[in-house]
């Protein structure tokens, strides 16, 4: 079955800085990769996916990447501001709809 | 429209005994799901319903759990002669058709389970 590693587990940046968190994967055959956001006490909510036919995605302050050969994707957030405070999980879909999540990394950005 | 919604919201209940968890999912999404995020832990997935097909159960961590969905909504998580491991928030999530790829779950507010 599918494995997510995700890294790091903690990141701490300052206000205006950017933040990234790198995920590998074990399954060629996934071709779809979702990043979620949790806050504190709430539901894990989606904030961009990206599918295998592309290697590149960007929404606003926020991009992932893909490279589906090295297996590995990553996430981008710029300009980073205190509410991007959060713990955020990559995902990769196992065969129909079954999503393997990484363990998290906790994000504080600090004013 | 309305998202997922799970009830109860908080479930405290003594060792030994059977608690059930609901799920009511976005109207229209064929596939639901259900998972457990233990404190400051990631999420364990644990069921998948997937229209009429049979259920992935790969992720179940005993026979003491099992989960029902009844006319392809609603979706009831069962967990019998609870343990304090069993502890942890139940999240269940739908997305509208995972078949075409189209795999955008969506997760309700989960339910806080404490087994005492």
């Known amino acids: 079955g599918e494995n997510v590693e995700q890294h790091p587990s903690t990141l701490s940046v300052q206000e205006g800085d950017s933040a990234v968190i790198k995920c590998t994967y074990s399954?060629?055959?996934?071709?779809?990769f979702p990043w979620y956001k949790q806050e504190l006490g709430k539901r894990p909510q989606l904030i961009i996916d990206i599918r295998s036919n592309v290697g590149e995605k960007k929404d606003q302050r926020i991009a992932v990447t893909l490279n589906k050969t090295a297996k590995h994707f990553s996430l981008h957030i710029t300009e980073t501001q205190p509410e991007d405070s959060a713990v955020y999980f990559c995902a990769a879909l196992e065969g129909w709809g079954k999503l393997q999540f990484g363990a998290g990394t906790q994000v504080v950005v600090t004013p | 429209g309305a998202g997922v919604s799970q009830s109860p919201s908080n479930k405290v209940t003594e060792k030994g005994k059977d608690v059930e968890l609901r799920c009511d999912p976005i109207s229209g999404h064929t596939a639901l799901y259900w998972y457990r995020q233990s404190l400051g832990q990631g999420l364990e997935f644990l069921i998948y319903f997937q229209g009429n097909s049979a259920p992935d159960k790969s992720g179940l961590p005993s026979d003491r759990f099992s989960a029902e969905r009844t006319g392809g909504s609603v979706s009831t998580l069962t967990i019998q002669r609870t343990q304090q491991e069993d502890s942890a928030v139940y999240l269940c999530?739908?997305?509208?058709?995972?078949?075409?790829?189209?795999?955008?779950?969506?997760f309700g507010p989960g339910t806080r389970l404490t087994v005492t």
């Open positions: 999530a739908s997305s509208h058709n995972s078949g075409t790829g189209r795999s955008e779950q969506y």
């Open positions: 399954d060629s055959a996934s071709n779809y």
